[in-house]
């Protein structure tokens, strides 16, 4: 399972919580998670993730290293256009406040038919808003639970 968080790089201190929140909750399920690999929400769900022992990998825009949270590092060098990438890579997508990007990101999503959960996000047709990061991570990874496409790693492997 991979979930995909999503948000903006420069975020409020509730925003950079409830990220932390959701990469703990995503490690403790067992899923890989997934992100813009850069600041803010993004650093908050992998430091969240690390916390708990879980899987991050960061999709950057560039060619740097992205923050200091991540596993795995792709640089792309490809921009906003990485945002594909990020959501195409995820079972599910859990967005945290967020900007213009977050909502590219909400719309490649919906458009693919990847669910969508939002905490403090855009409220649109499509995305299911949650209360908290505990209700958003339990309906995502429930979600992707349901899902046909939902393939849990062998015993000690990770899936990519």
Same mark, same amino acid.
């Given at each position: 399972?991979? %979930?995909?968080?999503?948000?903006?790089?420069?975020?409020?201190?509730?925003?950079?919580?409830?990220?932390?929140?959701?990469?703990?909750?995503?490690?403790?399920?067992?899923?890989? *998670? @997934?992100? #813009?690999?850069? #600041?803010?929400?993004?650093?908050?769900?992998? +430091?969240?993730?690390?916390?708990?022992?879980?899987?991050?990998?960061?999709?950057?825009?560039?060619?740097?290293?992205?923050?200091?949270?991540?596993?795995?590092? $792709? +640089?792309?060098?490809?921009?906003?256009? +990485?945002?594909?990438?990020? %959501? *195409?890579?995820?079972?599910?997508? %859990?967005?945290?406040?967020?900007?213009?990007?977050?909502?590219?990101? %909400?719309?490649?999503? *919906?458009?693919?038919?990847?669910?969508?959960?939002?905490?403090?996000?855009?409220?649109?047709? #499509? @995305? $299911?808003?949650?209360?908290?990061?505990?209700?958003?991570?339990?309906?995502? *990874?429930?979600?992707?639970?349901?899902?046909?496409?939902? +393939?849990?790693?062998?015993?000690?492997?990770?899936?990519?």
């Amino acid at each position: 399972m991979q %979930i995909a968080v999503i948000g903006a790089s420069d975020c409020a201190d509730e925003e950079y919580s409830t990220a932390r929140t959701i990469g703990k909750l995503v490690a403790a399920s067992g899923a890989i *998670l @997934v992100c #813009g690999g850069l #600041g803010g929400v993004m650093e908050a769900a992998c +430091r969240g993730a690390r916390e708990g022992n879980g899987m991050t990998v960061g999709i950057l825009p560039d060619a740097g290293n992205g923050n200091a949270y991540l596993d795995v590092i $792709i +640089r792309t060098d490809l921009g906003h256009a +990485r945002n594909f990438l990020v %959501i *195409l890579s995820a079972d599910a997508v %859990i967005a945290i406040g967020g900007k213009y990007g977050t909502l590219s990101e %909400i719309a490649i999503a *919906l458009k693919t038919g990847r669910p969508v959960f939002s905490v403090g996000g855009w409220d649109i047709p #499509g @995305v $299911i808003m949650c209360r908290s990061a505990e209700e958003a991570a339990t309906n995502a *990874l429930s979600a992707v639970r349901r899902s046909p496409l939902c +393939r849990t790693p062998p015993s000690g492997g990770v899936s990519l």
